[in-house]
């Protein structure tokens, strides 16, 4: 089986309908969302409207959650703090029900997927470290932890609770001796230095993971941005890739 995995698409709707376009010219199986389909972007309606139709399982990400009051917004930095206030003034109420609905980790046909990590989900950690990833490791259910959140496209490879190492590839075969933990990066907002949309091929039959980066028309959102009055700094990022 083959499956497309995405995350923190955070209401860029040009960014989502160009990755949506390539994951149907490679062709999969299931499209399974790993949560932020708001926040920070301009089009929080139309990318859930999208997102109901294409995906087969929708986890929720704290910017979800904080914009239905399930997890608090205060920790947010300024300029998400206020593209939050602004989602949650013209995002609809059918909406929020759905979001109210979602979970911050689930399995989809035995594969495990968390928005932000496998070790307390609902606590929104970074895995940034070694640390991190070495207290992560036990709760890796099976062979393999698909994760978004921090916008940081990386395999984590585990050899052991004390064998455990970054790799920053395009494609892996996986080792079926290693557990693996993966940050499939961001649709909508990527911060790798890389302005591109970054998703995920994983095929459970060849063993194999490939990351996609996929060009959209920036300036677009960026305008939509700017015509709600939404922060320069999110706005220019967009650009930047971070």
């Given at each position: 089986?083959?499956?497309?995995?995405?995350?923190?698409i955070?209401?860029?709707l040009?960014?989502?309908?160009?990755?949506?376009?390539d994951?149907?010219?490679v062709g999969?199986?299931?499209?399974?969302?790993l949560?932020?389909?708001?926040?920070y972007?301009p089009?929080p309606?139309?990318?859930?409207?999208?997102?109901l139709?294409e995906?087969?399982?929708?986890?929720?990400?704290?910017h979800?959650?904080?914009?239905?009051g399930m997890?608090?917004?205060?920790?947010f930095?300024?300029?998400?703090?206020?593209?939050?206030?602004?989602?949650?003034?013209?995002l609809?109420d059918d909406?929020?029900?759905?979001?109210?609905?979602?979970?911050?980790?689930?399995t989809f046909?035995?594969?495990?997927?968390a928005?932000s990590?496998?070790?307390n989900?609902?606590?929104?950690?970074?895995?940034?470290?070694?640390?991190?990833?070495v207290?992560?490791?036990p709760?890796?259910?099976?062979?393999?932890?698909?994760?978004g959140?921090s916008?940081?496209?990386?395999?984590?490879?585990?050899?052991?609770?004390?064998?455990?190492?970054?790799l920053?590839?395009?494609t892996?075969?996986?080792?079926?001796?290693?557990?693996?933990?993966?940050?499939i990066?961001s649709?909508g907002?990527?911060?790798?230095?890389?302005?591109?949309s970054?998703?995920v091929?994983?095929?459970s039959d060849?063993?194999?993971?490939?990351?996609?980066?996929?060009g959209?028309?920036?300036?677009?959102?960026?305008?939509?941005?700017s015509?709600a009055?939404l922060?320069?700094?999110?706005?220019?990022?967009?650009?930047?890739?971070?």
């Open positions: 089986m083959r499956y497309a995995l995405i995350s923190d955070h209401a860029n040009e960014a989502f309908e160009a990755v949506l376009k994951i149907k010219s999969v199986d299931n499209t399974l969302f949560g932020d389909i708001v926040g972007g089009n309606n139309e990318c859930m409207d999208l997102l139709k995906a087969d399982l929708s986890l929720g990400g704290n979800d959650w904080a914009a239905v997890t608090p917004s205060e920790y930095n300024p300029y998400a703090k206020s593209a939050m206030d602004w989602t949650v003034e013209v609809r909406l929020k029900d759905f979001l109210l609905r979602t979970r911050a980790q689930d046909d035995g594969i495990q997927v928005h990590s496998p070790l989900p609902e606590q929104w950690q970074y895995v940034m470290t070694q640390k991190d990833a207290a992560n490791y709760h890796i259910q099976g062979d393999i932890c698909f994760i959140h916008h940081q496209p990386i395999v984590i490879e585990c050899a052991g609770p004390d064998n455990i190492k970054a920053r590839v395009d892996i075969t996986l080792n079926p001796e290693m557990k693996y933990l993966v940050n990066g649709v907002q990527p911060r790798d230095s890389n302005n591109h970054c998703w091929v994983y095929d060849l063993g194999s993971v490939e990351f996609r980066r996929v959209y028309d920036i300036s677009v959102t960026q305008k939509k941005m015509d009055g922060a320069i700094y999110l706005i220019d990022r967009l650009s930047e890739g971070r």
